[in-house]
């Protein structure tokens, strides 16, 4: 079964960058894009970008050009989102999703969510 | 600000239709997809395309679309589908780009 298990919860001091990793299973990695998504607690989705894990190309929401970079190592079907200089307002969960071409911009599975809190 | 305007919410008796839009121009040139979110959980694909549900996703659920508006169709709610509906498309910059909606609560009475 096709599954996105991301990594554990952060706590970052403001300035500082996080790092999320999405590990993929039960499908071909590289045939499938990974958007990533962030909410804030009592907030909406908010959509940050996407990646095309063969190609390694992305694209990025104008709001976080700059500051966000997402990659992937397909030798172990992970997919990871970097944000830099995080400030108080980044504090969100972060999900990933599987992306295709009928379902761009989300996704028809997700990670369970990863919770950064930025803090000082 | 999202590109993508929903109204905030929206309530439903037992077992009757309750629609839900999603207006923004990209809408004039792509689907949106629709996403289900439960308090403390992932969101959930509903519909996609035209108008598709993913496996398990019951018939009740429908999609539309006409001019910059998207469409939602819950025909015969239950209990469970109280949550926040979220559409998804393109953003107006006609690169490939995209943006969520700005949600709507869906309470059923």
């Known amino acids: 079964q096709v599954q996105l298990v991301q990594s554990g919860a952060e706590v970052k001091k403001p300035g500082a960058s996080v790092k999320v990793s999405c590990k993929a299973s039960g499908y071909t990695f590289t045939s499938y894009d990974i958007n990533w998504v962030r909410q804030a607690t009592g907030q909406g989705l908010e959509w940050m970008g996407w990646?095309?894990?063969?190609?390694?190309?992305?694209g990025y929401a104008q709001k976080f050009q700059g500051r966000v970079t997402m990659t992937r190592n397909t030798s172990i079907s992970t997919a990871y989102m970097e944000l830099s200089s995080l400030r108080s307002e980044d504090t969100a969960v972060y999900y990933c999703?599987?992306?295709?071409?009928?379902?761009?911009?989300?996704?028809?599975?997700w990670g369970q969510g990863t919770l950064v809190t930025v803090s000082s | 600000s999202s590109e993508l305007t929903q109204d905030p919410a929206v309530s439903v008796a037992l077992g009757q239709t309750v629609r839900i839009t999603c207006q923004g121009d990209?809408?004039?040139?792509?689907?949106a997809s629709w996403y289900q979110q439960k308090p403390g959980q992932a969101p959930v694909l509903v519909i996609y395309?035209?108008?598709n549900r993913p496996s398990g996703i019951p018939d009740r659920f429908s999609g539309s679309s006409s001019g910059n508006t998207a469409s939602l169709t819950i025909t015969g709610a239950q209990a469970e589908d109280e949550a926040d509906y979220y559409c998804n498309s393109r953003d107006s910059s006609g690169n490939h780009l995209y943006v969520f909606g700005t949600g709507t609560k869906v309470t059923v009475l």
């Open positions: 999703a599987r992306g295709s071409t009928m379902v761009q911009g989300g996704g028809d599975y």
């Open positions: 990209s809408l004039r040139s792509y689907y």
């Open positions: 990646m095309n894990p063969n190609s390694g190309n992305t």
């Open positions: 395309g035209k108008n």
